[in-house]
């Protein structure tokens, strides 16, 4: 007997999006009574369109708080899934999504959590330097699960009763809290593995704006982490440590940029320190007191 899961799936204002991840959804190859999809409007002024599909196993229900953590718990609150997926609004899962990530998850008792891969997709053959950029750095699940035994709400499954144990998503976060709930899983003892054919697609990427947007997002993120417990002095110090020039991540050009000439990878470098800076004066600046941004 398949175990029931459900899929929550935040979303703020993207219901065009949103149709086609339901869309996918709709075509699982895990029977549709075998899973529930929870969608949490995180904009109820935001309401559904008109003649907007919604799936018979599909329940859409509101968060105020802002933030895709607080509609993500709201989500798990009312999930009735032992398992519980996460996907995002702007994501197409693949058919087998549900059936492959739902096994790698209970073939090995040892495991509690597992990230499936997010495949980019790009408007044309011919990218822009944001979508280089994108190709290179974004949403590297394997490297996070080796690396860090973390893993993004873009594609991760996990128990319920994780969420029991460690306690849900930082709600008080608007990026990151997907980072900052795998740190604590992790150091509670639940491991995490890959599982590369639990696939959805994202789109990458195609405007430098859409990069600072993300970067100042993250920079609000990270200040969040540690907010009010550091002096002036130390944050000071950490805003001059964070503008580092990202050296050692730039070996990802090197091992994901083999196609790429020297001018694309020059400019993927010079792109990588960019955003970094940027997100470090946005991480000073959230430590100092202002608001963390959302978009």
Same mark, same amino acid.
Not at 94 to 100: D, F, R, S
Not at 145 to 164: E, I, M, P, R, S
Not at 232 to 239: A, G
């Given at each position: 007997m398949k175990q029931f899961v459900s899929v929550i799936i935040p979303v703020y204002k993207d219901w065009y999006r949103l149709a086609l991840c339901l869309n996918a959804l709709s075509i699982q190859t895990?029977?549709?009574?075998?899973?529930?999809?929870?969608v949490v409007n995180n904009c109820p002024h935001d309401?559904?369109?008109d003649g907007f599909y919604v799936p018979d196993n599909c329940n859409i229900i509101n968060e105020e708080k802002p933030g895709s953590y607080a509609a993500r718990n709201t989500g798990i609150r009312v999930a009735a899934g032992e398992i519980i997926a996460f996907t995002d609004s702007d994501c197409i899962p693949?058919?087998?999504?549900?059936?492959?990530g739902v096994h790698a998850l209970v073939a090995d008792a040892d495991y509690s959590r597992v990230a499936g891969r997010i495949k980019l997709y790009f408007n044309s053959d011919r990218l822009n330097t944001a979508e280089l950029y994108e190709k290179i750095y974004a949403f590297n699940q394997d490297i996070y699960?080796?690396?860090?035994?973390?893993?993004?709400?873009?594609?991760?499954?996990?128990?319920?009763?994780?969420?029991?144990y460690t306690g849900l998503f930082n709600d008080n976060l608007l990026s990151g809290g997907d980072y900052e709930w795998s740190v604590r899983a992790r150091d509670d003892g639940?491991? %995490? /593995?890959?599982?590369?054919?639990?696939?959805?697609?994202?789109?990458?990427?195609?405007?430098?704006?859409? #990069? =600072? %947007? /993300?970067?100042?997002?993250?920079g609000g993120g990270q200040a969040g982490f540690s907010r009010g417990n550091k002096s #002036? =002095?130390?944050?000071?110090?950490?805003?001059v440590y964070d503008l580092r020039p990202p050296v050692k991540s730039l070996s990802l050009i090197l091992a994901k940029g083999k196609d790429l000439h020297i001018g694309q990878k020059f400019l993927v470098a010079y792109t990588r320190y960019y955003l970094t800076v940027i997100t470090a004066c946005e991480k000073f600046k959230v430590s100092l007191g202002k608001v963390a941004q959302r978009s």
């Open positions: 895990y029977g549709s009574k075998s899973f529930e999809i929870i309401e559904v369109p693949h058919p087998n999504w549900i059936e492959n699960v080796k690396h860090d035994g973390t893993g993004v709400t873009a594609n991760l499954f996990t128990y319920q009763h994780v969420f029991k639940f491991k %995490i /593995k890959y599982c590369a054919s639990a696939v959805v697609s994202h789109p990458a990427r195609n405007d430098m704006e859409e #990069l =600072v %947007i /993300k970067a100042k997002r993250v #002036l =002095v130390n944050t000071v110090v950490r805003f």
